[in-house]
């Protein structure tokens, strides 16, 4: 069974600087990686897939990268509608798919 | 544009059963895979279940298998999970999921429906 584990818990950064979050798998996921937003009582959107490839409308300030078993989700300039929960989720052990914990990105 | 939009939710005894559905629409269903995953109150996603395009093919998670069963309908465009012998640790919202290329990361959600397992 592979584990994700999300870094940092909570993140708080001030509006317009940059955001590093961290997701680490328990064994390779080879490039199997996705990211997704969440706000409050709404569902997740996609963010990010195949590690660093942006979904459909996704602005560009957002970027992801690794592989393996580090990945990491950058966003450049935080917005203000930027401030959210974060997911990674491994699609490599298939069929069986696993989340990590969530960062939640919070206003400094 | 594509909708998924569940319903069913509502407040369960332990032990009981409960039937979710999923109505899609704004693509061609019966082309998709499509899977469920659920949020407890305060957590994160957990995914539960997957079914292929035709139905002939599903998977669930550990923590579900034997409980729930997924399907589908794709001449009425409906994801269903029936949930048999259900637990207080099953309840959360509950949302479907469009898997984007038989790939298994998801592109459209549904807006979830909550369900609580309490006596």
């Known amino acids: 069974e592979i584990v994700m584990t999300q870094s940092p818990a909570t993140l708080s950064v001030s509006p317009g600087k940059r955001a590093t979050l961290s997701c680490r798998a328990s064994?390779?996921?080879?490039?199997?990686l996705a990211w997704y937003q969440q706000k409050p009582g709404q569902a997740p959107r996609l963010l990010i897939y195949?590690?660093?490839t942006r979904a459909t409308g996704i602005p560009a300030r957002f970027s992801g990268s690794g592989s393996g078993t580090e990945f990491t989700l950058t966003i450049s300039s935080l917005q203000s509608e930027d401030f959210a929960v974060y997911y990674c989720?491994?699609?490599?052990?298939?069929?069986?798919?696993?989340f990590g914990g969530g960062t939640k990105v919070e206003i400094k | 544009e594509v909708q998924l939009v569940e319903s069913g939710g509502g407040l369960v005894q332990p032990g009981g059963s409960l039937r979710l559905s999923c109505a899609a629409s704004?693509?061609?269903?019966?082309?998709?895979?499509m899977h469920w995953v659920r949020q407890a109150p305060g957590k994160g996603l957990v995914w539960v279940s997957r079914i292929n395009s035709d139905g002939s093919s599903t998977y669930y998670a550990d923590s579900v298998k034997g409980r729930f069963t997924i399907s589908r309908d794709n001449a009425n465009n409906t994801l269903y999970l029936q949930m048999n012998s259900l637990r207080a640790d099953d309840t959360a919202v509950y949302y479907c999921a469009r898997d984007r290329g038989f790939r298994g990361y998801f592109d459209y959600w549904g807006q979830g429906t909550l369900f609580t397992v309490s006596s």
């Open positions: 704004g693509f061609t269903f019966s082309s998709y895979w």
């Open positions: 064994q390779s996921v080879s490039s199997n």
């Open positions: 989720q491994e699609y490599n052990n298939w069929p069986r798919l696993t």
């Open positions: 195949g590690a660093s």
